[in-house]
């Protein structure tokens, strides 16, 4: 009887449970869609903390991120948190961006010392951004800063079995998410601070309760309301807003495939309508949000997901036949610190297997392989139907 009236209620006011078309999409984004620059910055107007989450890896995105840090700056946002950094460095990082003079070496290795398998350019010059801005900001304005959410996880207590008083070594500073969420409520909230946080998109989800799946039932036994994101919003639920940058998803129906968002008509209505063109645009409230995407992984196999469930605004910058990869730094992994970073390998299995500084930049290159790794697992656009 609820069902039924729930579904008279909806008729009568004149509510329609149909996908938006791909007209309907188009003159939301005509009307309403922004630059991805300037999409990011108008979010600052009414919110404190803007999650900005990524797949990983990928070129393009990282240096919108560079090119957003000027444009933070002069909108008066001198914070950027980023997960790809240790906050134990913090006092080196602001040094580095406020020197007289840049010292590449010192970046390269506050992201060594936090990750050794994260040794890509784009990521490192996001201190050169931030040097560049702070280099010729007025005498006495204060400067922009990269601030360093995360810890160095030490792998190396990891011999052999995963007990929980070995992995408690491992991750000596606690849960990676509570331990990030704590640097933003610090340095952040606490201080009534702007900041863009730049992250993975796990990371950044606020709303939304990512699902874990049983492996053999292959159902939800729970949903995550503990990730970086999910923290800050549950202190600060009016400050925040989350951002995701345009990736393919996991497909629930095809395990070995990934599918596109919104059953694939944010590639669509981009491809036929916006061919060249890049997007920031609401996702909550506006068209996009009703696009069901039921296959997703995200779902938690709810047939009436959609994704204004998923995240606040979403960013789209080019197909993904054009993605590439990040770009591996030159000499990041040496014979030097070889054995330093062999050591941090999360698999103990694969350490002996690595024998040379350049059999691990080879692994670093591989997993940056997009466009291969993108055409082989996302089938093509669909033709509209």
């Known amino acids: 009887m609820r069902a039924l009236l729930v579904a008279f209620i909806l008729t ?36 404190q ?33 980023i997960e790809f950094g240790a906050e134990e460095l913090q006092t080196e990082a602001d040094r580095l961006v406020t020197a007289d003079v840049y010292d ?15 040794g890509y350019h784009e990521y490192i010059e996001l201190y050169h951004a931030a040097w560049d801005v702070n280099r010729s900001r007025p005498r006495g304005a204060a400067p922009f800063r990269i601030v360093n ?65 049983n492996p053999d039932t292959k159902q939800v036994v729970r949903r995550m309301d503990d990730r970086m994101g999910n923290l800050v919003y549950q202190r600060a639920p009016d400050k925040v ?9 996991d497909s629930l129906s095809q395990p070995s495939k990934m599918i596109r968002p919104g059953n ?33 992984y995200y779902s938690g196999r709810d047939a009436g997901f959609t994704l204004k469930e998923w995240c606040d605004g ?7 036949r054009e993605y590439a990869g990040v770009t591996v730094e030159p000499d990041f992994i040496t014979e030097v610190n070889l054995r330093e970073a062999v050591a941090q390998i999360a698999n103990p299995e694969v350490r002996p297997k690595v024998t040379s500084a350049k059999l691990y930049m080879e692994a670093l290159a591989d997993d940056t392989n997009f466009h291969e790794r993108f055409l082989r697992v996302v089938p093509p656009l669909e033709p509209a139907k």
């Not at 009568?12 to 620059?37: D, N, T, V, W």
């Open 12 to 47: 009568a006011s004149g509510a329609s449970a149909a996908a938006p078309g791909e007209q309907q999409l188009a003159a939301y984004l005509e009307e309403h869609g922004k630059s991805p620059e300037d999409y990011v910055i108008s979010k600052f107007a009414d919110h």
């Open 49 to 81: 903390i803007v999650f900005l989450g990524e797949y990983h890896r990928i070129r393009h995105d990282v240096e919108l991120v560079q090119k957003l840090v000027p444009r933070l700056y002069k909108a008066g946002i001198h914070n950027l948190g």
């Open 104 to 118: 590449p070496i010192l970046a390269r290795s506050l992201m060594f010392r936090w990750e050794p398998s994260w």
């Open 149 to 213: 959410l995360g810890y160095r996880v030490d792998f190396s207590q990891l011999q052999g079995e995963r007990t929980p008083e070995v992995m408690r070594k491992v991750f000596a500073r606690g849960d990676t998410d509570v331990f990030m969420a704590d640097v933003i409520r610090r340095e952040f909230l606490d201080k009534g601070e702007k900041a863009l946080i730049y992250s993975g998109s796990h990371h950044a989800f606020t709303r939304y309760r990512q699902p874990i799946y």
């Open 241 to 249: 807003f989350t951002i995701l940058l345009h990736y393919p998803v």
């Open 264 to 296: 694939g008509m944010i590639d669509r209505v981009m491809e036929t309508r916006f061919a060249g063109r890049s997007f920031g645009f609401d996702i909550a409230g506006s068209p996009f949000g009703d696009l069901p995407d039921p296959d997703s």
């Open 314 to 320: 979403y960013i789209y910058t080019k197909p993904l």
